[in-house]
């Protein structure tokens, strides 16, 4: 096992999903509650993520080639 954890796709999901949703919520706070059309977006695409396991930005991590996941034998298999 080694001692670094490599950036997966399954990792920076989620961590740019809730930057993104705390950007939007100083956004409204700052600005207008237009910026909460941007909240919604960010979970509907966590909801596709969450059910079909892809959304835009994992077809944009795929093509700036990040695994998947950590496991060598699961990256064989996708």
Same mark, same amino acid.
């Given at each position: 096992?080694?001692?670094?954890?490599?950036?997966t796709?399954?990792?920076?999901v989620?961590?740019? *999903?809730?930057?993104?949703v @705390?950007?939007?919520? #100083?956004?409204?706070?700052?600005?207008? =509650?237009?910026?909460?059309? &941007?909240t919604?977006?960010? *979970?509907?695409?966590?909801? @596709?993520?969450g059910? #079909?396991?892809?959304?835009?930005?994992? =077809?944009?991590?795929?093509r &700036?080639?990040v695994p998947r996941?950590?496991?060598?034998?699961?990256?064989?298999? #996708?």
């Amino acid at each position: 096992m080694t001692a670094t954890r490599r950036w997966t796709i399954d990792r920076i999901v989620p961590v740019l *999903a809730g930057t993104m949703v @705390l950007i939007s919520i #100083a956004l409204v706070f700052a600005f207008s =509650l237009w910026w909460l059309l &941007l909240t919604t977006f960010v *979970a509907a695409n966590l909801l @596709l993520y969450g059910f #079909a396991g892809w959304c835009p930005v994992t =077809l944009l991590l795929r093509r &700036l080639g990040v695994p998947r996941t950590g496991s060598p034998a699961m990256e064989r298999t #996708a």
